[in-house]
């Protein structure tokens, strides 16, 4: 999404405790660019990816579906802040 409120830019993950920070502080209502970014480096240094970006399972919030693997940012409800 564009940078506007409720746009999650900034991603802190510290083993499974996922910290995130929005655009004026507004409950999360999906990813900005410098979000998408700082969420695949946290990904990165937590081992949840791999180098070529590749999704690692062993992370609690790492569902893998019939079609897909995914990894769960913010639960419904959920909004740990920076």
Do not use: W
């Given at each position: 999404m564009r940078a506007a409120r409720g746009a999650i830019e900034k991603v802190?993950?510290?083993?499974?405790?996922?910290?995130?920070?929005?655009?004026?502080?507004?409950?999360p209502a999906g990813l900005c660019?410098?979000?998408v970014l700082d969420a695949?480096?946290?990904l990165y240094l937590a081992g949840v990816v791999d180098?070529?970006?590749?999704?690692?399972d062993g992370h609690?919030?790492?569902?893998?579906?019939p079609e897909y693997?995914?990894?769960?940012?913010v639960r419904?409800?959920?909004?740990?802040?920076?």
């Amino acid at each position: 999404m564009r940078a506007a409120r409720g746009a999650i830019e900034k991603v802190r993950i510290e083993g499974d405790a996922i910290q995130i920070q929005t655009i004026d502080n507004a409950p999360p209502a999906g990813l900005c660019g410098s979000g998408v970014l700082d969420a695949m480096a946290q990904l990165y240094l937590a081992g949840v990816v791999d180098g070529s970006g590749r999704m690692l399972d062993g992370h609690p919030r790492v569902r893998t579906g019939p079609e897909y693997t995914e990894f769960v940012l913010v639960r419904e409800g959920e909004s740990e802040r920076l």
